[in-house]
């Protein structure tokens, strides 16, 4: 057990035991008919929203590392996003196979009728490229490309919560309606991406330095005993 906890970090296991035990429980209430009166519509919003929150949640990892200079934020950022796109992918099966039974010709025409379809069908596309070179071989084959290609996540985020935002019943833009979630999705990664703005990331952590300075200015020193 010391080994294990030696390996793994407080936040590594919080991570992996969050994403797993999420979907652990949706299989098992989906199985003993424990979900709502349109179990395959439940399955479908909750999985869509744990992915969107394992999303926000790696969004969140550069902007700690800016206020708090919490390096292990940073080494988490990969799996957070990784668990992420696992939540997109059963999403979309769930959609594909159990909503619409892979009838391809009403999946098409339901995409151009719902628009915000469309928008789901292109964040989950541009997430794609994202997860499979997220790894470390693909940082050196890539070179500065994948830091551009990574920064796509700017653009998939608030398409994202848009999708999000518009499948629910009510007007996102008029406050109506169940928007409450979706807002507060919304407002987090407009603030997590304002902080990953370069020059608001360096005012930022200038300001931090200057805040920790002016403490360790006030903490008293012990004085040495004679």
Known sequence: MKN????????QIAI??????????LVFQF?????????????????????????VLSLACTPLHTLFHWTEALKRRRTLGL????????????????????????????IFEKPFIIIGVIS?????????TSFDIWKKRLGRNWKRLHQMVYIIAPLVVLHYAWSKKGSFFA?????????????????????????????VASLRDRI?????KRTPHPTPSL
């Open 4 to 11: 294990f906890f030696k390996r793994y970090t407080p936040l």
């Open 16 to 25: 992996h035991v969050y994403a797993w035990s999420a979907l652990v429980i």
């Open 31 to 55: 199985f003993t008919n424990n979900l709502t009166a349109n179990p395959i519509q439940a399955l479908e919003q909750r999985t869509g929203r744990h992915a969107i929150t394992l999303l």
């Open 83 to 110: 668990y992420a796109f696992m939540y997109a992918v059963v999403h979309v099966l769930i959609f594909l196979h159990l909503d619409y039974g892979l009838a391809w010709s009403l999946i098409t025409q339901t």
């Open 124 to 132: 989950f596309l541009l997430l794609i490229p994202l997860a499979w």
């Open 175 to 203: 406050l109506q309606g169940e928007i409450v979630r979706p807002l507060i999705y919304g407002l987090v990664v407009l603030l997590f991406l304002i902080l990953r703005i370069p020059p608001v990331r360096r005012a």
């Open 212 to 216: 920790l300075a002016h403490l360790r």
